[in-house]
């Protein structure tokens, strides 16, 4: 019996010391990929190595390895058993009443925050003038440097409308500024380099629900990567049947309509999970839309004043769309091989044995330090 207790404490304390080591190899490799705000993986394993390493099993230093591959997007995990796997936390407590389901991705590309997009129709026409639509890409401090927008979407039938965009006759057109800017004193395209090749409509002669808009690098001067942070632009595009039927094809109908944005982001180039919103009308003019005189506070930024002031018919809806954070997180797993302690002390034939642990660390954008977290979904699609 007590050879037996003294057996099944020696594989206790080296499991805490397993334990220990891959709790420090998860916070060091978190920390070092949240501080540079994602990419390559390839050196915060290494650093994750290495804490690892600065721990001791059985008096011997923990050795782990990379489980890197490259060409395995989105996060570079060779195989989803390796020491360490890399990938994002997402929270979801619809599903529960007390807590919130918390589950590790290794599927998903993590990043601590994205740009937020602000989608206007503002017009008392059908939409059609060039510079009806707006989309402006804000940038903020926390808006990673290598996030773009690959495409966004309006759909005017998602929310139960019945509108339908008219290409029967024009296509959308990107708006030239004429007579005036829509924002008096600022350009109605900002940041592209090649707007017209940049920002490419896909559509078809006819009347479909939906319009897609893809954005591209501009492959000739190398230096504009599309849609980034600050950008805006603005076009027209005409409709037809918006107001559920019982109003103008204005800007007022989409809002009425509940009309749906989708938005692609990617983080260096890779996509991630789409983002939608729904327009809603605006009634205030006032108290949203950018001042059209310096001495009235800004209220919204890049949401142009509408034509008209007259509250219910201002001709004017927006949506504003913030895509989801999914924090960095690495996880930590190791099977490591024990000796007996008996065999050691006495010369007897006993085990070896095998201990195995694993730890979870997320990084706090917020405070930029990780933490350790309990996960109660652990997914992982392989290579």
Not at 39 to 59: E, H, K, M
Not at 91 to 115: H, I, K, W
Not at 218 to 233: L, V
Not at 239 to 260: A, C, H, L, N, W
Request: glycine letters at 10%; hydrophobic letters at 35%; proline letters at 8%.
């Amino acid at each position: 019996m007590l050879a037996f207790v003294v057996e099944i404490t020696h594989l206790w304390l080296t499991r805490v010391e397993l334990e220990n080591s891959l709790e420090a190899a998860a916070l060091a490799a978190v920390k070092e990929w949240g501080d540079a705000n994602g990419g390559s993986t390839w050196i915060p394993r290494q650093v994750g190595i290495d804490y690892a390493a600065a721990n001791t099993l059985d008096d011997e230093p923990v050795a782990i390895t990379a489980n890197y591959n490259p060409e395995n997007l989105p996060n570079e995990n060779d195989d989803c058993e390796g020491n360490l796997v890399f990938g994002a936390i997402t929270e979801d407590s619809t599903m529960y009443v007390f807590d919130e389901q918390v589950t590790f991705n290794a599927g998903v590309r993590p990043t601590c925050g994205l740009g937020n997009v602000l989608i206007d129709a503002t017009g008392q026409g059908n939409l059609g003038d060039d510079a009806a639509w707006g989309i402006a890409f804000r940038d903020t401090p926390e808006t990673p440097p290598n996030l773009t927008i690959l495409s966004v979407t309006i759909d005017l039938q998602a929310g139960g409308g019945n509108g339908r965009f008219d290409f029967s006759s024009f296509p959308p057109v990107l708006s030239d500024n004429l007579p005036e800017p829509m924002i008096p004193g600022r350009d109605d395209i900002v940041g592209f380099s090649d707007p017209h090749s940049q920002i490419v409509f896909s559509t078809t002669t006819g009347m479909p629900s939906s319009l897609t808009i893809f954005f591209l690098p501009d492959t000739s001067s190398g230096g504009d990567m599309g849609f980034e942070p600050g950008d805006r632009f603005r076009f027209g595009a005409f409709v037809d049947g918006v107001s559920k039927g019982t109003g103008g094809d204005d800007g007022d109908g989409i809002g009425q309509d509940d009309v749906v944005v989708t938005v692609v982001f990617a983080l260096g180039g890779v996509p991630l999970p789409p983002v939608s919103g729904t327009f809603f009308d605006n009634t205030e003019r006032s108290k949203d839309c950018y001042p059209e005189h310096p001495v009235h506070p800004t209220r919204i930024p890049d949401l142009p004043c509408p034509r008209s002031s007259a509250p219910n018919n201002n001709g004017q809806s927006y949506v504003g769309i913030a895509g989801a954070a999914r924090s960095y997180a690495v996880r930590a797993q190791a099977t490591s091989v024990v000796n007996s302690l008996l065999c050691r002390l006495c010369g007897v034939t006993f085990g070896p044995f095998s201990v195995s642990a694993k730890s979870t660390a997320v990084y706090d954008c917020a405070i930029r330090r990780p933490r350790l977290i309990r996960i109660d979904e652990f997914i992982c699609p392989g290579p």
